[in-house]
């Protein structure tokens, strides 16, 4: 923790800090949400058929969210691409981080 704090300014920590949670837990919310579409479907498609539209809206949801981390991952590999040297320097920051934490 001591090391990340030296490399990164605190505003800046927090903000990757902050952007590896939101998408571990983007992740883990659009798992859940497929997996609650899965059950209530055939749970409500036995026993109450008038809540299917409630379960629709949630797949919904489940795909807007899984269509944003991909149109998120698109545009980042664009940026990668006009930028190449800002990657080469970021990739080579993240090496000698690296070395520093097997020492």
Do not use: W
């Amino acid at each position: 923790m001591k090391v990340l704090l030296k490399l990164f300014p605190a505003g800046h920590f927090v903000i990757a800090l902050l952007f590896v949670c939101a998408s571990i837990g983007l992740i883990v919310l659009t798992v859940a949400l497929t997996i609650e579409t899965l059950v209530l479907t055939f749970r409500f498609g036995a026993e109450a058929p008038e809540n299917l539209p409630y379960v629709a809206m949630i797949g919904l949801t489940a795909a807007v969210l899984l269509a944003a981390g991909g149109l998120f991952v698109h545009l980042n590999r664009s940026a990668e691409e006009l930028e190449p040297e800002a990657m080469q320097q970021a990739k080579r920051e993240d090496r000698k981080i690296d070395e520093g934490d097997k020492r």
